[in-house]
């Protein structure tokens, strides 16, 4: 069995990822700030499913501060690998604050991989976005597509990361694998993002936005089948950057529709004009990640959304009350 250190590991994907761990019978130090940037009762619900492990180990810190994440991991023993899946996360957001949106993704990024030089972690694994292929009209996107080109400030954050880390694979030798994430959902999503926003606003009755006229794709991906890849990649692939989707894209309003399907209850929908910071679609190329890893989706999207509405069934008392926001579609 081994250590594994998880930034954000009280997130969305992060959360799963540490549970697959900690149900594999390894140990995993997780690191997150339980920030405010969406409502913190979800971060606190999955932190708390986390912490029934007696070998999950939970610090909060921020990783832009360098002497914190310095003093707080001093006394840890080496972990076998770093898996940075922490982020400032949200393309409209990041638009109004590029700042924040930096100091994240790409300051923290370097800390992180000062923290493995120092403690000699050959193992580095970057949770990036397929945000960084812009406006690539080449449909499906693969992993040589261009990616210099990006349409908001996360984007190109996202692509200064994932330069570091080739910087430091050229160094250092560190083995590093990236993976380009396609729009996550599941069971305690993140609200900013669309699925979530959807069901909590479906089975209550409010008016849900949606910019441009709901024809934009997107590859939707379930969160456990992140997290299985997100494992796997762990293994010494060298330097691989990786597409991580479902290889089954969906517009907005199919995806809408079927939630109202599963649910039962129709929307109450608002068009507003388009974001220029979105891209009309977005589809993965799997077949590097399928070589690399063994690694294929298992879940279809409307089993996947079938689950999100179940857990939001199952916790609606408080996941009612979560503010969300209109960032994503």
Not at 297 to 309: D, F, R, V
Request: charge should be neutral; aromatic fraction near 10%; glycine fraction near 6%.
């Amino acid at each position: 069995m081994a250590l594994y250190l998880i930034t954000g590991a009280a997130g969305f994907i992060g959360s799963r990822v540490s549970m697959l761990l900690l149900n594999q019978q390894h140990d995993v130090i997780g690191l997150d700030d339980l920030n405010e940037f969406y409502d913190t009762r979800l971060k606190q619900h999955r932190l708390h499913v986390l912490e029934e492990y007696r070998s999950f180990h939970f610090l909060r810190l921020n990783i832009t501060n360098s002497d914190a994440l310095t003093e707080a991991v001093r006394r840890l023993d080496t972990p076998a690998a770093v898996l940075h899946l922490a982020a400032r996360p949200g393309v409209r957001q990041s638009v109004s604050e590029p700042c924040a949106c930096f100091e994240t993704n790409v300051t923290g990024t370097i800390h992180l991989l000062e923290f493995c030089r120092s403690r000699s972690v050959k193992k580095f694994l970057l949770a990036s976005s397929s945000s960084v292929y812009g406006a690539q009209r080449q449909l499906p996107y693969t992993e040589d597509c261009e990616s210099s080109l990006p349409l908001s400030p996360y984007a190109a954050s996202k692509k200064a990361a994932e330069a570091l880390c080739h910087s430091y694979h050229y160094l250092y030798g560190f083995d590093v694998s990236i993976l380009r994430y396609f729009t996550v959902y599941g069971p305690a999503g993140r609200p900013d993002m669309s699925v979530f926003r959807f069901i909590q606003r479906i089975y209550e009755g409010a008016p849900i936005s949606i910019y441009g006229d709901g024809s934009q794709r997107r590859d939707f991906t379930y969160v456990d089948d992140v997290a299985c890849a997100t494992v796997m990649a762990i293994n010494k692939v060298g330097y691989s950057i990786l597409n991580i989707g479902s290889d089954n894209p969906a517009s907005v309003l199919n995806v809408l529709n079927l939630i109202e399907e599963i649910a039962g209850r129709k929307s109450l929908v608002r068009y507003c004009p388009p974001s220029s910071a979105d891209v009309p679609a977005t589809w993965a190329n799997i077949s590097k990640a399928s070589h690399i890893l063994g690694w294929k989706p298992q879940t279809c999207c409307k089993q996947g959304l079938g689950a999100a509405c179940e857990w939001y069934r199952a916790n609606r008392e408080w996941a009612r009350q979560v503010s969300t926001s209109d960032d994503q579609f």
